[in-house]
């Protein structure tokens, strides 16, 4: 299978330490890029017990990013889960060259990444809320 960005393998330990941290409380988020010129994903940074909101913040407003996040996601009946989720932060105000090189490197990141669950993320942060986060894996 051919791909347009390399995942080096750096990367790819950080995501299964990330993956199978034990986490009992607040979200937890690690934030990839795209590095168009050697057309390898880096890492950006990491965030520990951070809320939604704060993630959303953080973000660039005008770069695509993958984000994983293990979030806390609190049930009806009072349980606590942690799902893990992948955020394609997609702002729709990014070049066009980056978004188009995100896109296709997503299927192939969501892979190594062994994640299912992803939420689609254009609005910039505006979008990013608790309550879309929550809408997306309650509902």
């Known amino acids: 299978m051919s791909h347009t960005v ?22 937890a988020a690690l934030v990839i890029k795209i590095n ?10 990491q965030f520990d017990n951070i809320s ?24 009806k009946d009072g349980r606590k889960s942690f799902p893990l989720v992948l955020i394609n932060w997609a702002p729709t105000s990014s070049e066009i060259g980056m978004l188009t090189l995100h896109a296709s490197a997503l299927l192939d990141f969501q892979a190594t990444a062994d994640v299912s669950k992803v939420i689609e993320m254009r609005e910039g942060p505006d979008g990013l809320t608790k309550e879309a986060v929550d809408a997306k894996l309650l509902g």
């Open 52 to 75: 939604i909101e704060e993630l959303a913040e953080e973000l660039p407003e005008n770069s695509p990013r993958y984000v994983m996040l293990s979030y806390q996601l609190d049930h």
């Open 6 to 27: 390399d995942i080096p393998q750096e990367i790819k330990d950080t995501l299964r330490k990330f993956r199978f941290a034990r986490r009992n409380e607040g979200s």
């Open 36 to 45: 168009k010129a050697k057309l390898i994903m880096e890492e950006v940074e």
